[in-house]
């Protein structure tokens, strides 16, 4: 049981560039978020997706998408990249109890350097 | 606006000593309640949480957090700290959705 898992650990885009952040889990877990983390910062929420086919906008959405085909993967895409989405991202996921959402789980993080 | 506080950016207690990291919370209706940790280059782990029940929630490496519902607050508690327990903790919030605190950093001198 590998929990969340994130790919790349590390990458640096240069401004314009777009990149695919992946995350997959093998916990059946129905949902899942992506999150960033600035310096210093707690965590922004930037898509959660509440099974596959369902995905809706966080607190940052702008400058990024995502899609779920399938429970298990998640990724999440950079369009244009800018030096503002310089930051560590986050795949998490989470069972529900009772119609809701319970503790999450995280991947180790992607660290992502725009310049 | 529905949101979880973090009263302090930092901790400092020495190891053996007891250790408290405090949050508060303003959210409408019974909110689920989380703390998480976050070591170094790592992701955030799930320590425990309080849905309902007991006031007094056990958790992970030996925390415990407790609920008060009057004062709105959502306290974690360690008996004796350790050196390795220094780490990011993180308080949230569930109701609608889930409110992080912003975090306050644990640092457990020898």
Request: glycine share 8%; charged share 15%.
């Amino acid at each position: 049981n590998a929990g969340v898992t994130q790919t790349p650990k590390f990458r640096i885009l240069k401004i314009g560039q777009s990149m695919t952040l992946q995350c997959t889990q093998d916990m059946n877990h129905n949902y899942m978020y992506w999150y960033r983390q600035d310096p210093g910062m707690g965590l922004k929420l930037i898509y959660y997706s509440v099974g596959a086919g369902i995905t809706d906008k966080g607190e940052v959405p702008n400058g990024y998408n995502v899609s779920r085909s399938t429970t298990e993967d998640f990724p999440l895409r950079l369009e244009l990249a800018a030096p503002s989405q310089t930051s560590v991202y986050f795949c998490a996921s989470s069972y529900s109890g009772q119609g809701v959402p319970l503790e999450q789980y995280f991947g180790p993080g992607t660290r992502l350097t725009v310049t | 606006a529905q949101s979880v506080a973090q009263p302090e950016d930092q901790v400092n207690v020495a190891e053996g000593n007891p250790l408290t990291v405090k949050c508060t919370y303003s959210v409408s209706g019974n909110p689920y309640l989380f703390w998480y940790v976050q070591y170094p280059n790592r992701g955030l782990q799930f320590l425990l949480k309080y849905i309902t029940g007991d006031n007094l929630v056990k958790g992970s490496y030996g925390f415990e957090a407790e609920f008060n519902k009057s004062q709105t607050s959502f306290h974690l508690k360690k008996p004796s700290a350790l050196v390795s327990d220094s780490a990011l903790y993180f308080c949230a919030a569930r109701t609608d959705k889930l409110i992080f605190g912003t975090g306050t950093r644990l640092q457990v001198f020898p």
